[in-house]
């Protein structure tokens, strides 16, 4: 694979794409030639973020899987990761960015247009039913992908995008089913979007009520009963969490407490049909 086999690229095209790949220091940036866009994505050397030595010590003294972080790889092995994840979606036929160009450190991708959370802030102040029925969409399409037997691994609307009638997935860099079971890392999906979903919908508990039936109509049920087991465990955190938010309530912690409490909820009047 090489920079002049992208398609729609002419030579002075070629030339502008390899001098941003080499002297380009973002490590995402939207390259606009001359008929088309694309995007670089860079895994360059960098040291193990502190928030993933601090899940990993958490992930030993805590017996739940949802904690622990994907392997970190070298910048080689997480292109190749990634890009063997987008193909494996495609081949279950959702929608991704096109890989365009692969090095050891760095990948060409299509652009996909506008993610879900540009739509989501665009709809946010003038359609708050349309915001709504965008995140039910968004939980909805998850479901979709979970019956396929695929995890995404951070399933935020920022790394969603608009795919004709349906939404697309991007940004693979985490792949939680090296280090937990399908199931778990399904369950995992669903409570970070929720925390998305949580104290962003404007109609609050129906917007989470029908999110919710949008995902578990799809979802295995393997994943729904990890779910439950999940939101369980973490349920016994909430009491802590609330007093923390008497003393600083961040956004994070809100998040953490309104998708964690109504996810038990969803459990209880399950369990009680």
């Known amino acids: 694979m090489d920079l002049s086999s992208i398609p729609d690229l002419g030579a002075e095209d070629v030339e502008t794409l390899l001098a941003v790949l080499v002297a380009g220091q973002k490590r995402v940036q939207r390259v606009p030639l001359s008929r088309r866009a694309v995007w670089i994505k860079r895994h360059g ?14 992930a030993r003294l805590v017996p739940l899987t949802i904690l622990r972080p994907s392997i970190y790889l070298s910048p080689a ?13 495609a081949e279950r036929e959702f929608a991704v960015p096109e890989v365009l160009y692969a090095s050891k450190a760095a990948m060409v991708l299509s652009d996909v247009g506008i993610t879900v959370q540009h739509r989501l802030g665009e ?4 359609d708050p039913a349309g915001h709504d029925d965008l995140l039910v969409a968004c939980a909805a399409e998850l479901g979709r992908l979970h019956a396929a037997g695929l995890c995404h691994g951070r399933p935020y609307p920022r790394d969603m995008f608009f795919a004709g009638g349906r939404l697309g997935f991007m940004d693979f860099e985490e792949d939680p089913q090296t280090v937990m079971p399908l199931a778990g890392a399904q369950a ?13 919908a404007h109609l609050g508990g129906e917007t989470h009520d029908r999110a919710y039936a949008a995902w578990s109509k799809r979802a295995p049920p393997e994943a729904i009963a990890e779910l439950r087991r999940m939101t369980c465990f973490l349920g016994g955190f909430l ?18 407490i309104v998708a964690t409490s109504y ?3 969803a459990f209880i009047n399950y369990s009680a049909e």
Not at 47 to 58: D, G, T, V
């Open 45 to 58: 050397d960098k040291e193990l973020p502190l928030w993933r030595l601090l899940q990993s010590a958490l």
């Open 77 to 89: 092995r997480m292109i190749e990761r990634e890009v063997r994840r987008i193909h494996l979606f």
């Open 123 to 126: 709809l946010k102040r003038d």
């Open 188 to 200: 995992r999906d669903i409570w970070l979007l929720f925390l998305q979903i949580a104290t962003g």
């Open 239 to 256: 009491s802590f969490a609330r007093l923390i938010g008497r003393v600083h309530m961040g956004s994070d912690l809100q998040r953490f």
């Open 263 to 265: 996810l038990m909820h």
